[in-house]
Structure formats: structure tokens, C-alpha cells
């Protein structure tokens, strides 16, 4: 199976930036949809940002237009830029891929499709 490690979370004020990586064991373009989710203390799991074999991708409502995901040119790595960070979007952060899909794979925010998780990185976001 595909093997996914996460990095790049850290501490960030309010209104800043970060760059999270998902670096993925094997060529994952045209064969694995990948979505980063986070999960906050005492909170569940939620979908926050996918993009599937054909470039599309997909955002939750709270993150448009600050979060944007994106892919490597050698097709091992997924990103999620974070810009304007809030509060809020402190938590621990995951990439998961689904596939291996032949005919390809639609984004999607959906947990439950997915087969292969990375371990996590923590971002915390405070003043």
C-alpha cells in the first residue's frame, strides 16, 4: 500500500501562513485521490481540502478562498498552502489517499473512502 508522511505543521500567529507536505511512497497522479483532514482536541475528524486524478479539487465551506491544495510536478507530493490562518484551524493535520483507481478518482471530503492515512502534523494557530 501507499505510504503518506506529513510535515511542515508548526506554531503560526493568527493571519499567517503555512505550507503543509504530504509525501507520498509512490507516483500517486493518475491513480489516488488525496484529501487532507484535520482533527481538533475533543473534536471529530473533518475533511478540509481533496484534489482528485484530474486536478480538481474540492474545499470545505470554512477554508475557501484562504486553503488551497495542490501537487508536485513528479507526482509525489500534495500540498496544502494555508494562508490567513485562524484559531480555529488549530489542529492536527492528516493526509489520506484513496486507489489505487485505473480509471482515475473524483475530490471529495469524505473519510470513509479512504484506505491509506499519513500519520499527522500539528498546527497550531494562536497570538
Known amino acids: 500500500q501507499v505510504r503518506l508522511v506529513e510535515s511542515g505543521g508548526s506554531s503560526v500567529q493568527p493571519g499567517g501562513s503555512l505550507r503543509l507536505s504530504c509525501v507520498a511512497s509512490e507516483y500517486i497522479q493518475t491513480q489516488y485521490c488525496v484529501t487532507w483532514f484535520r482533527q481538533a482536541a475533543g473534536k471529530e475528524r473533518e475533511g478540509i481540502a481533496g484534489i482528485g486524478t484530474d486536478g480538481g479539487t474540492k474545499f470545505k465551506d470554512s477554508v475557501k478562498g484562504r486553503f488551497t491544495i495542490s501537487r508536485d510536478n513528479a507526482g509525489h507530493i500534495v500540498y496544502l498552502q494555508m494562508d490567513d490562518v485562524q484559531v480555529s484551524d488549530t489542529a492536527m493535520y492528516y493526509c489520506?489517499?484513496?486507489?489505487?483507481?485505473?480509471?482515475?478518482?473524483?475530490?471529495?471530503?469524505?473519510?470513509?473512502?479512504?484506505?491509506?492515512w499519513g500519520q499527522g502534523t500539528q498546527v497550531t494557530v494562536s497570538s
Open positions: 489520506a489517499a484513496r486507489g489505487p483507481w485505473f480509471g482515475g478518482c473524483w475530490a471529495t471530503l469524505d473519510s470513509d473512502l479512504f484506505d491509506h
